[in-house]
């Protein structure tokens, strides 16, 4: 079945350092959405990115999306303790587009 | 973006019995709801899409019986979990679309089955 994963699981870094989680698709995506969820929080929508080899950026947040559409990445700059959580990636299922399937998410924990 | 609210934030029932709950979008309608259920860690596993006034399409390995689901008007669906067990203990999220298909999460209910 359709499958979407994320590298790394966890991610500890020192605040101030960069992060960077990627995603790949075991289909090919029409788009694609970020989502971050806060410890004890439920997700939040962040961005969607919709044409191969998109670009997107939301302050010390960027977005890309691969040129096959297969495969996204999150890279936050400069991380603060503010981006801790749980960052995922989501695509609309190849039986429906408004069904989406999440990715496996990637943890951040930042050491102040 | 738009405003989900989820009855009970919280509840703890004992084995055997059955729980309600409440999805609402408070500012605006929407036909088509979904509910998802997420593991301490894990990611959120769809559970079943809610389509208003008629029955909801559930994901395989998802038992509609077990968890009965109605969207009785365009800002509420109900999700009830009928005779819990320990195993169903879960964080359960209800969501809707919007226009380019992005979700907006409810706040989440938290069961625990004793």
């Known amino acids: 079945g359709q499958q979407v994963m994320q590298i790394p699981q966890y991610q500890h870094v020192q605040e101030g350092e960069d992060f960077t989680t990627y995603c790949n698709s075991s289909?090919?995506?029409?788009?694609i959405q970020w989502y971050k969820q806060r410890p004890g929080g439920h997700p939040v929508f962040l961005i969607q990115?919709?044409?191969?080899?998109e670009v997107k950026k939301q302050k010390r947040l960027t977005f890309q999306f691969g040129e096959a559409k297969k495969n996204s990445s999150l890279h936050i700059t400069a991380t603060q303790t503010t981006d801790v959580g749980t960052y995922f990636c989501?695509?609309?299922?190849?039986?429906?587009?408004?069904?989406?399937?999440f990715g496996s998410g990637t943890r951040l924990s930042i050491r102040p | 973006g738009a405003v989900v609210s989820q009855h009970p934030s919280w509840v703890i029932c004992k084995s055997g019995t059955s729980v309600k709950i409440e999805c609402r979008s408070l500012d605006f309608q929407a036909t088509t709801m979904f509910w998802y259920r997420q593991f301490p860690k894990q990611s959120l596993m769809l559970m079943a899409t809610?389509?208003?006034?008629?029955?909801?399409?559930?994901e395989q390995g998802v038992e509609k019986d077990k968890f009965l689901i109605n969207h009785a008007s365009l800002t509420l669906s109900t999700l009830t979990v009928t005779s819990a067990h320990p195993e169903d203990s879960s964080f359960y999220i209800c969501?809707?679309?919007?226009?380019?298909?992005?979700?907006?999460f409810g706040p989440g209910t938290r069961l625990t089955v004793t």
């Open positions: 989501a695509g609309p299922g190849y039986s429906s587009a408004s069904k989406i399937i």
């Open positions: 809610s389509n208003e006034g008629s029955k909801a399409t559930y």
């Open positions: 990115l919709v044409k191969s080899g």
């Open positions: 289909t090919t995506l029409s788009n």
């Open positions: 969501s809707f679309s919007g226009s380019t298909y992005e979700q907006y």
